[in-house]
């Protein structure tokens, strides 16, 4: 079977250590080696680095990213003709017109996402995108009860039957810290821990969503759910490296700058 070649082909990888493969080479291995039932189910977790090229477009802030399904000249051309894209991609483009509602109301279309495919979704895909959301809701939860925000309207377009969805608004006018669900717990200690550092949060983020995926991992060590708990772990190895260069280039350039 080539997906025991793939299996065998990738290296082990540990948290905080820069990966022996990269994105584009692990997507190689995928296309040559996988069939286009297995490829499908990879392009959906793929699809939300599509939703975050859209984002970044609107904004101007940062290059594109090409660990998603589509090339920047397609996506640019399935966006202009508003075919060829999921509904709730082409129904958010619909209802909201201009740039600036689009931006402003620019979590609906993440909430579609989360909300469509997981319909659509069986095994683990569903369970990533389950795992997925579930983090983003609580780290909405965490964060605006920090700052003192309203979550009734951070989470606007959420499902409010979602169970996290209403555990995280009960919690909209009591005291104290935010409280996580049990299986969270740990997430939640490590972002106390990292106190108000900003990259100590994300950090902690990351290592707990690596921990996840690296279990699924172990657990199927010859199953599609194990290839594409790779590519996941891949993707946060690579964003964690890119955030301290980036880091370190930002010191650095102060250094030069003041002349230290």
């Known amino acids: 079977m080539r997906r025991l070649f793939v299996s065998g082909s990738l290296p082990p990888l540990e948290f905080d250590s820069k990966p022996d493969i990269n ?71 619909a ?18 996402y989360f909300q469509e495919e997981r319909k659509k979704a069986k095994g683990f895909v569903r369970e990533f995108l389950e795992f997925e959301h579930n ?34 608004l009960l919690q909209k006018n009591t005291s104290g810290s935010f409280v996580f669900p049990l299986e969270f717990r740990e997430l939640e200690e490590k972002l106390e821990e990292a106190g108000r550092d900003p990259v100590l949060q994300y950090e902690a983020i990351m290592k707990f969503r690596f ?21 996941m772990r891949v993707w946060i190895l690579e964003d964690l490296f890119a955030l301290r260069e980036e880091k370190g280039e930002e010191i650095l350039n102060k250094v030069v700058e003041l002349g230290a």
């Open 211 to 231: 921990d996840y995926y690296s279990e699924q991992a172990w657990s199927h060590p010859f199953a599609l759910r194990a290839l594409a708990a790779t590519m």
């Open 23 to 93: 994105s584009p080479l692990l997507r190689s291995l995928f296309e040559e080696n996988l069939s286009k039932r297995e490829l499908k189910k990879i392009h959906v977790l793929q699809f939300w680095i599509d939703l975050s090229n859209i984002q970044n477009a609107m904004y101007k802030t940062k290059s594109f990213d090409p660990r998603g399904m589509f090339s920047e000249d397609m996506l640019k051309m399935l966006l202009k003709e508003g075919d060829g894209l999921p509904e709730y991609v082409t129904s958010f483009f």
């Open 95 to 112: 209802d909201f017109t201009t740039e600036a509602e689009r931006k402003r109301n620019f979590l609906a279309l993440v909430a579609g």
């Open 135 to 168: 983090i983003k809701i609580l780290l909405t939860g965490f964060r605006t009860k920090r700052l003192g925000r309203d979550v009734a309207r951070e989470l606007q377009f959420e499902d409010s039957a979602d169970p996290i969805v209403q555990m995280v």
